[in-house]
């Protein structure tokens, strides 16, 4: 499977997973300078409320299917609100480990999923 | 051995601050205050606001750290608080967010803007004058003596024993001792006027900004500015015990677990890998080059004593880069 059609199927599961209330406009697939690796999931319509175990999963799982082992899935939002921007789906370097500890590691940061 | 107070930064949630107080439980007897922002729907500030303070129990905040022995403080530096709106409206604005902070207990505020500042003095004794009023001699000290209790220096005289020393006798001194930035960065005033426009009330948007590109577009072809960046290193904070009555941490857009790395290093006045993970600086930058600390070893001795500032007939920044300043090779660039 290339990068691009990872993505696509990503995405496509993505979209059925939020339902049509929802938009799945985007997702990207990245390798970090640091060491971090990933995807990202980019979102309208989306609030921290809408943000299900479904939605998790299916983050998960395409990480999975394009080869990641996803460390943590977060939340990014606009700061001072509940109005998603994106969820990232990361496995994490050494150091963004460290940075990244909390459930809330930033205001704009949630943590929703953490290996055990 | 002088006690050191810090001055250290929190990103403004609540969970945040239980988090970066729990893990630096061992340290903060050295903490004098957490430093925040402000609201950007009241005021704009000299950083990227990724909360709103209010909304996010701000009073709950402050009984946190007080709980921990532990000031707090709200940063409303912007260096554009009018941006065209009547000057009445905007300080009747001003005022009443002022009143309502001190109410939730914070007990002071850091101030770039040397008529916000004088307002705030009606409202709070401890007024910090920000770093972005650029204070560099104790001529300008001078003019926020009267009202502001501290000065956070401007880093551009980080290195200069003589003027902190000068400076110190008209005021209170703080000194950002992990300054990221470039040393007469060109962009500094106008890439902080952008900052106040963007985490203000006027919620402005832009496409990209040129001053960040450019800053990592210079440290990247010519790494001697990283060298020449105004920091300080942990283990050299002796050198300005006499001279300063507090270090500022900065690095208030930060994670937490950053943060608590940052501040462990210089309350304890020491740290031992890449410098670069403990300054202010663009994230980029320190995944892109790494500066061994342990190879600085002396050089704020040649900066204290012998730095001119003209750096064009010296070079000792230039050599010092080319021994302590590596590319970091990219993490998933090795086979296997």
Redesign the interface.
């Known amino acids: 499977m290339t990068v691009t059609e990872g993505c696509a199927e990503a995405l496509k599961a993505m979209q059925e997973a939020v339902g049509e209330d929802v938009m799945v406009t985007e997702v990207d697939a990245f390798v970090a300078r640091c060491g971090c690796s990933g995807l990202v999931f980019m979102f309208r319509g989306l609030e921290t409320e809408d943000v299900s175990d479904e939605l998790v999963k299916t983050a998960l799982k395409a990480a999975e299917s394009v080869g990641l082992k996803p460390d943590v899935v977060y939340v990014r939002t606009v700061p001072g609100t509940d109005v998603v921007i994106d969820v990232g789906v990361r496995e994490l370097c050494e150091r963004c480990s460290e940075e990244f500890s909390g459930d809330r590691p930033r205001p704009d940061l949630r943590v929703v999923w953490r290996r055990g | 051995m002088t006690r050191r107070r810090f001055w250290i930064p929190h ?3 609540l ?2 601050l239980q ?1 970066l107080l729990a893990g630096l439980e061992d340290v903060l007897d050295e903490v004098e205050a957490v430093y925040t922002g402000s609201s ?2 009241h005021v704009g500030t000299g950083r990227p ?4 303070p209010e ?2 129990n701000l009073e709950e905040q402050v009984e946190t750290a007080h709980s921990h022995g532990v000031m707090f403080d709200v940063v409303v530096n912007t260096t554009c608080p009018l941006g065209g709106k009547p000057t009445r409206r905007v300080l009747d604005g001003f005022q009443g967010y002022l009143e309502r902070l001190e109410k939730m207990g914070v007990d002071g505020v850091i101030v770039a803007d040397p008529w916000l500042l004088r307002v705030a003095s009606d409202v709070f004794d401890r007024v910090v004058v920000s770093c972005l009023a650029f204070v560099n001699s104790p001529e300008k000290a001078e003019f926020f003596s009267d009202h502001a209790s501290a000065v956070t220096l401007d880093t551009n005289v980080n290195r200069n024993l003589d003027v902190i020393k000068a400076i110190s006798k008209v005021i209170d001194v703080k000194l950002i001792v992990n300054e990221g930035c470039l040393k007469d960065c060109p962009f500094r005033p106008f890439h902080f006027n952008l900052f106040s426009h963007m985490y203000g009330p006027d919620r402005t948007t832009l496409y990209d900004d040129y001053y960040y590109r450019r800053c990592m577009l210079e440290r990247v072809k010519n790494p001697e500015l990283i060298i020449k960046s105004p920091w300080v290193r942990p283990e050299d904070l002796h050198w300005y015990d006499k001279l300063v009555s507090g270090f500022k941490i900065g690095g208030r ?6 943060i608590i ?1 940052a501040v462990c290093a210089y309350v304890r006045g020491e740290y031992r890998s890449n410098l670069l ?1 403990i300054l202010d600086c663009p ?2 930058l320190r ?2 080059f790494y500066v061994d600390n342990r190879g600085l070893e002396g050089a704020m001795e040649h900066w204290a004593k012998r730095c001119t500032g003209l750096c064009h007939e010296c070079g000792f920044c230039k050599d010092l880069a080319r021994k302590v300043v590596r590319v ?1 090779e ?3 660039a090795s086979p296997g």
């Open positions: 990103p403004g949630h969970e945040g988090q950007p729907s606001n990724l909360n709103e909304r996010e857009s930060y994670e937490i677990g950053w790395r993970d994230r980029e995944d892109h970091i990219p993490a998933g």
